[in-house]
């Protein structure tokens, strides 16, 4: 085992600290992490008090007022965070290393993360310089012009599955923009975070433009939310938590983006390649062990060719190589905490109890290097209910189930029926009719003989339940701005609405 292993370059056990106002500094209080990949501990994090919520968010508030972030240059804003990419680029080895201890995943899932995250930050170094705004012509003598500004204190609060890309995410349109942030970081997952937040003080951000604070949700994320000082909140999570936040923003009316879950469907028409789709499929539910918003975990399958594609699916399930994210031969690995192990195995023994067919899998790999770990292997259920809870809610683990179809519009009705609608895909070689399908799904990320690629510049975010607004592209830039309009009069005068 030690000899497959890679040896961890990063440094592990040293303090994790939060951020705030410029410092690192101890919490109130700590938590110990867990390596998902052995159950054994890891490392443990300061965590906050109420306190020290209050005075990152005041440094934040401070920061904005006060300047001096905002009131550079876009180009100014733009050259950090290109440094800032090139940084996290010339770290992504240990970066890597540090998400797949922390997280879980295989190692080649986290390079491409970390690759991804630097990709974000120059994205919007490179859009913040490119024009925003609009010159409209409306009757003389005005003149108007139409600007974006920043919102103010963003609270941004990101879940475990992508540490370190849904903070670039979220710090990348922000800081363009010229806003001043509070990050909390998944209490799991707050490793690359801290990461990030030290090489932002090599760049020397000015103090108090991003804080980290670490904790859990309703001691440390609630009081962002609640907060009054802070102008946005945008959240990446559950469904439940995503309601809690809507609730606490009435506080002040902050604005709000949420990107949530999601029951993601793939239809697949008999016409279409089978061992295509199933690749695809494989791809679309498996990927970070099925802990993916967007993960395909519905496939809805032509009743002619379903058989087949589950006996395919099946044997390519089987063949996945489960282990700890470090080793090299690793193709999917744990999850990433012990109570997300525990509610992966609760959705299975739901199945089973509603009745659903086990193909393969429901259960979890034993002895040698999967002792103590958080693995389950690839899960396959066939011939459940529309109506039945492995149909309906977010699983969030590597559990598929397969239903079929006879007619295109009862593929679409199966495709749109849950609360969700973030992503969705259908494959077949008749353009026409994969048009028609895409056109009707209800979902904000949708691909045509295709699944999971997407793009730093395309919109992300869902239809229904699955979410608020967009992030990425030029739509997540304006998310994090204002927008006001500016009447210049040209030709002052007295305007004669009351006589003198
Ligand atoms: P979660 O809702 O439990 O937690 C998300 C974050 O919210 C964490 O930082 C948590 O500490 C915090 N939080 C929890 N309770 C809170 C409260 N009362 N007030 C403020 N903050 C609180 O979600 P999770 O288990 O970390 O992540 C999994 C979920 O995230 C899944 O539903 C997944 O689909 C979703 N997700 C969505 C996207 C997307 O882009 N749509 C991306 C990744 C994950």
């Known amino acids: 085992m030690a000899q497959i292993l890679m040896a961890p370059k990063v440094k592990i056990d040293r ?10 500094e101890d919490g109130a209080s700590e938590r110990q992490l867990y ?61 890597a290393q540090l998400e797949t201890l922390n997280s879980g995943k295989p190692l080649r899932e986290s390079q491409y993360d970390i690759a991804d995250a630097a990709n974000c930050f120059r994205y919007y170094a490179g859009l913040i310089t490119k024009p925003l705004g609009q010159a409209v012509d409306v009757p003389a003598p005005s003149f108007t012009t139409v600007v974006r500004e920043p919102i103010g204190v963003c609270g941004q609060i990101i879940p475990w599955n992508y540490p370190l890309l849904m903070a670039a ?10 806003n001043t942030c509070v990050l909390k970081p998944s209490e799991y997952t707050p490793l690359t975070a801290i990461a990030l937040a030290e090489l932002l003080q090599e760049l020397d951000l000015p103090q108090g433009v991003v ?80 802990q993916v918003c967007s993960a395909a975990s519905r496939f809805i399958v032509e009743r002619s060719i379903h058989n087949e594609f589950v006996r395919k699916m099946t044997e390519r399930s089987k063949k996945i190589k489960v282990g700890p994210g470090l080793d090299p031969d690793t193709e999917m690995g744990p999850l990433v905490s012990e109570q997300q192990l525990k509610r992966v195995l609760d959705y299975i023994e739901i199945g089973r109890t509603e009745g659903a067919k086990l193909e393969v899998g429901g259960d979890q790999p034993k002895g040698g290097k ?13 011939g459940a209910t529309t109506n039945s809870r492995i149909v309906q809610e977010e699983i969030f683990g590597p ?19 849950t609360p969700y609608g973030l992503a969705g895909a259908v494959f077949t070689n008749d353009i026409t009719q994969a048009t028609k399908v895409v056109k009707a799904l209800r979902a904000g990320i949708t691909w045509i003989n295709a699944y999971h690629n997407t793009y730093t510049e395309c919109p992300w975010g869902g239809y229904k339940q699955s979410g608020w ?20 009069n040209l030709d002052p005068r007295p305007v004669e609405w009351f006589r003198k």
């Open 169 to 178: 995410w979220k710090l990348a349109p922000a800081l363009a923009a010229g």
């Open 15 to 24: 303090k994790w600290q939060q951020w705030i106002n410029g410092k690192f």
């Open 35 to 95: 390596n998902p990949a052995t159950g054994k501990p890891l490392t443990r994090v300061s965590e906050a008090n109420a306190k020290q919520v209050d005075l990152a968010i005041a440094a934040a508030r401070k920061a904005f007022d006060e300047g001096p972030w905002p009131k550079l240059t876009a180009a100014e804003r733009a050259q950090f965070l290109f440094k800032l990419s090139d940084k996290i680029e010339s770290q992504s080895d240990e970066l």
């Open 399 to 417: 559990v598929a189930v397969v239903q079929e179809f006879t007619t295109e519009d009862e593929a679409i009705y199966l495709a749109n029926g």
């Open 370 to 382: 999967y002792e103590g770990g958080y693995y389950v292997n690839p899960t396959i259920f066939t």
């Open 211 to 290: 804080n980290v604070v670490l904790g859990d949700g309703p001691k440390v994320g609630q009081p962002i939310a609640d907060s009054t000082l802070v102008d946005k909140i945008a959240f990446t999570g559950s469904v439940k938590t995503g309601k809690i936040i809507v609730q606490a923003a009435t506080s002040n009316l902050k604005k709000v983006s949420l990107e949530l879950g999601g029951k993601s469907p793939m239809v697949v028409f008999k016409d279409f390649d089978l061992d295509v789709a199933v690749d695809y499929a494989l791809f679309g539910i498996y990927c970070n062990a099925g």
């Open 469 to 488: 607004g967009r992030e990425l592209g030029t739509f997540g830039l304006d998310a994090y701005t204002e927008v006001k309009q500016i009447n210049i």
